[in-house]
């Protein structure tokens, strides 16, 4: 063993030492420093991992989505303009797209219903595909459980489970009811040649920019939204969401910043004490902050391995479970699914050098003050 | 003295290896993780869905890249959110008020 890696093990266990006389003080600070990153961590995680997961599934949404607008307000879309966009050179497929929601009175839960645009995943007439929420708030028990939906007093729609949505895809189809165009429009009493909206498909993705502006053209009183522009949506939603995370932890956080910087940059009475007493028994300025940068890196790494290691646990092994119903807000339908582990390089470096960097630093400059002056002065 | 340096720089060491196992639990789990979203990016792709079904309670919650995000008022007056997620649901960074006023097609092809 090197004097230096000797000299430096001394310096921690006199630091841990020390320390351990202001134990309950110190397991404390530890604690509330390894609570708040827990938690700015938490949030990090769990938002990198949703983006990341709706960056991929989305990618796979319609190129674009043409949508009438009445008075500023969505509305249903003729059939006729199908005709009109697919004349538009560039354009490789033109599909009605119906969809809608139902609220279920049984169980205050909102359903998507939706003709998915792929004939071969169309079920047969009185039957209907089933997200992963579903049964499950409905209380279908067995998988050939029918599905009566009630639009009015005294009305019942039977649709027969043609199957089950996988619990993998929860994310994006928990709340759906897939079934086919004439079951649709029965439900909701719609005529036939109107859709919800449109979905384009575009040969080459390069040229969506100039059919966007030929669509718009066309149809000016149309909303044009792109894929790229549903994919930012989510990418901001994202963001905001864990800076809203953040933001509610803010005040903890400004607490904590208090409470570390008065812990970190005022030095007791007994600090003092101890820092003039060991300049007079001979200890160099070096040793005194090599000591005290100890104690500092000390307690701010282990908070920080401490509330990380917890985060990771706590989002992809408890699902996010105490954020869980910050999310939900009211609704009653929440997928139930399990996000792919994803850590960010980049994003845990930067939360580290923000919260072991500053608290350490914090340390130094009071402790240089003491350990600079006359320990005769210190002691008095 | 007793030496309490050992017994911390353990609880170090098995801070820094809970870190480094999660690392390897990440990886680890990528390939299972990127067949399960290409799975649900199918069923994307073959509905034709649009969005996340993240928040069911509202069509600006349940359909945000689509919703009518610009109407005012949009389930009753008065009421500019009351959906908890409609904290959540951010404005448009950008698209207010940055449009052109133009008169007729030959000025737009310029």
């Known amino acids: 063993m090197t004097p230096w890696v000797r000299r430096q093990q001394a310096l921690a266990d006199y630091t841990l030492a020390a320390m351990a006389r202001r134990r309950v003080k110190n397991i404390g600070l530890l604690l509330i420093y390894a ?76 359903y998507t219903l939706m003709v998915p645009l792929d004939p071969k995943m169309v079920p047969p007439a009185g039957q209907a595909l089933f997200g992963e929420a579903l049964p499950r708030t409905r209380g279908l028990g067995w998988d050939t459980a029918p599905l009566f939906l009630s639009r009015y007093p005294g009305d019942l729609f ?60 066309l149809l000016p009183n149309a909303r044009l939204v792109t894929r790229d522009e549903i994919s930012r949506t989510y990418q901001k939603l994202f963001y905001w969401r864990e800076g809203i995370m953040v933001a509610m932890a803010g005040a903890s956080v400004l607490a904590f910043a208090i409470f570390a910087a008065e812990k970190a940059s005022g030095l007791s009475a007994e600090e003092t004490r101890e820092i003039g007493i060991l300049k007079a028994i001979g200890w160099d300025t070096r040793d005194v902050i090599a000591m005290k940068l100890w104690e500092g890196g000390l307690i701010s790494l282990g908070a920080f391995l401490f509330g990380t290691g917890l985060a990771y646990l706590h989002v992809f092994a408890f699902d996010a479970a105490l954020f869980a119903s910050v999310l939900k807000g009211w609704s009653v339908i929440y997928p139930d699914f399990r996000l792919t582990p994803m850590i960010d390089g980049v994003q845990l470096t930067a939360l580290f050098f923000l919260t072991v960097l500053p608290y350490t630093a914090a340390t130094i400059v009071p402790i240089w003050r003491a350990a600079t002056a006359d320990p005769d002065q210190v002691m008095r | 003295m007793t030496r309490r340096s050992p017994l911390v720089f353990g609880l170090i060491g098995a801070g820094c290896a809970l870190l480094a196992l999660e690392a390897m639990h990440s990886k680890l789990m990528t390939p299972a993780g990127a067949a399960r979203m290409a799975r649900s990016a199918e069923l994307v792709r073959r509905a034709g869905l649009t969005d996340l079904a993240l928040f069911t309670e509202a069509r600006f919650a349940r359909n945000p890249a689509l919703a009518d995000l610009h109407t005012a008022f949009q389930d009753s007056p008065l009421s500019f959110e009351h959906f908890p997620s409609g904290t959540f649901a951010p404005r448009p960074a950008a698209g207010f008020g940055q449009g052109t006023l133009r008169f007729g097609t030959e000025e737009d092809a310029r």
């Open chain 1, 35 to 110: 609570l708040v990153i827990f938690v700015i961590a938490s949030a990090t995680l769990f938002s990198t991992a949703l983006r990341h997961e709706a960056e991929i599934v989305l990618a796979e949404a319609p190129e674009l989505i043409v949508q009438n607008l009445v008075m500023g307000r969505h509305d249903m879309i003729s059939a006729e303009i199908i005709e009109e966009l697919e004349a538009i050179r560039g354009v490789g497929g033109v599909t009605g797209r119906l969809w809608g929601y139902f609220y279920d009175r049984v169980n205050g839960a909102n």
């Open chain 1, 158 to 217: 039977r649709l027969d489970p043609a199957g089950r949505l996988s619990h993998e895809s929860a994310l994006v189809s928990a709340d759906l009811i897939l079934l086919g165009e004439e079951d649709f429009r029965a439900f909701f009493d719609l005529p036939p040649a109107v859709y919800t909206d449109i979905a384009v498909s575009i040969r080459n993705s390069r040229e969506i920019d100039t059919i966007v502006a030929k669509a718009g053209k």
